[in-house]
C-alpha cells in the first residue's frame, strides 16, 4: 500500500517537460485550497503510483491525476478535473465535456507529442524550492 496524504489529489506529472513545469507553477499559484500534491512520473513514488493504479507508464505519455481510493484520471479528463477543482474562472474549462473524450484527447496527444519541440526539455526533474517542497511528494 502507498503511503500518501491524506484528502490530496495527486498529479503525476513528466519531471523533464517544460510546458509541465509551467502547468505545475499555474497549478501551484491557484490551488488555493491546497488540495493537490505532485510527483514526477519517472520517480520511484511515481512509478508505484502508477503499478498500485495498473497504469503502464511505458503506454501513457499524459498527465495523472489520482485521488487515492476514489478515480484517477490522465489526458483531457485530468485536465478538466484539475480546473474543475481550482475553481473560478478555471472551471469553466468544464464546458469542453461537451465534446467526446475520443476528440479532447486527440488534441491532448498532439500537444503532448509535440510538447519538447515547442517547449524544450529539462536535463532533469526540477528542484522545488524550500517553500515549495511541501507540495512535492
Not at 500534491?37 to 520511484?44: D, K, T, Y
Request: charged content about 25%; overall charge positive.
Amino acid at each position: 500500500m502507498l503511503n500518501l496524504p491524506v484528502n490530496k489529489k495527486i498529479i503525476l506529472f513528466d519531471g523533464v517537460c517544460n510546458l509541465c513545469d509551467s502547468s505545475l507553477q499555474f497549478i501551484i499559484k491557484h490551488d488555493k485550497k491546497d488540495m493537490f500534491r505532485f510527483v514526477a512520473l519517472q520517480s520511484e513514488l511515481g512509478i508505484g503510483i502508477c503499478n498500485y493504479i495498473g497504469v503502464d507508464r511505458t503506454k501513457i505519455d499524459s498527465i495523472i491525476l489520482y485521488n487515492p481510493g476514489v478515480a484517477y484520471y490522465y489526458k483531457s479528463s485530468a485536465v478538466i478535473e484539475i480546473a474543475e477543482e481550482l475553481g473560478g474562472v478555471y472551471s469553466l474549462i468544464s464546458i469542453f465535456k461537451i465534446l467526446p473524450e475520443k476528440l479532447r484527447n486527440y488534441i491532448y496527444d498532439y500537444i503532448a507529442k509535440n510538447r519538447y519541440k515547442w517547449y524544450g526539455k529539462k536535463e532533469s526533474c526540477m528542484i522545488p524550492t524550500p517553500e515549495l517542497k511541501a507540495k512535492f511528494l
